[in-house]
T-cell receptor
């Protein structure tokens, strides 16, 4: 069953604005990962955050994890048109041996 | 490194034909995954291998689907016979540490079954 649910399903912003996407889940996790998929391309790993971490940064990306609320957020600061893509959260939910991906958030950054 | 390589990038075939998708994982990665992506169902894991051995094929939709990994640098996903509902984008991915760590995806094969 689908565990990670991204919110919103779609997001449209202007270049330079910040974009925030959320992922909620129901079971325990060891890690939670965020991936990006440009149209017609494969998924690209962005960042992995472990269950004992609360925040992680990578360039313009900031990921937070709140295990008490069972949620994670991905913040893209100072967005660019090139950030237009779908963003997925994934995790081995509930101690599974495999990653399960959410349905994704489609981000459009307008120039 | 060249990354995960998949071929063909596009495949159009007629219902009932055999389709073979190919994947070359990143050298040194012990895990290989096959996914299928559709608008309706999202990204689904079909099967994954560890050191060329299939570990979990519970996502393979039916007996028409089969996957092999004869060596560490090559894997195939075969559909025989193909049906229109198999139309999707098929991704191969590989990872180094374990089945739940960072995965590196190929560009995908877009399959259309007429």
């Amino acid at each position: 069953s689908q565990q990670g649910e991204e919110d919103p399903q779609a997001l449209s912003i202007q270049e330079g604005e910040n974009a925030t996407m959320n992922c909620s889940y129901k079971t325990s996790i060891n890690n939670l990962q965020w991936y990006r998929q440009n149209s017609g391309r494969g998924l690209v790993h962005l960042i992995l955050i472990r269950s004992n971490e609360r925040e992680k940064h990578s360039g313009r990306l900031r990921v937070t994890l709140d295990t008490s609320k069972k949620s994670s957020s991905l913040l893209i600061t100072a967005s660019r048109a090139a950030d237009t893509a779908s963003y997925f959260c994934a995790s081995p939910w509930g101690g599974s041996e495999k990653l399960v991906f959410g349905k994704g958030t489609k981000l459009t950054v307008n120039p | 490194d060249a990354g995960v390589i998949q071929s063909p990038r596009h495949e159009v075939t007629e219902m009932g034909q055999e389709v073979t998708l190919r994947c070359k994982p990143i050298s040194g990665h012990d895990y290989l995954f096959w996914y299928r992506q559709t608008m309706m169902r999202g990204l689904e894991l079909l099967i994954y291998f560890n050191n060329n051995v299939p570990i979990d094929d519970s996502g393979m939709p039916e007996d028409r689907f089969s996957a092999k990994m004869p060596n560490a640098s090559f894997s195939t996903l075969k559909i025989q016979p193909s049906e229109p509902r198999d139309s999707a984008v098929y991704f191969c991915a590989s990872s180094f540490l374990d089945s739940t760590d960072t995965q590196y995806f190929g560009p995908g094969t877009r399959l259309t079954v007429l």
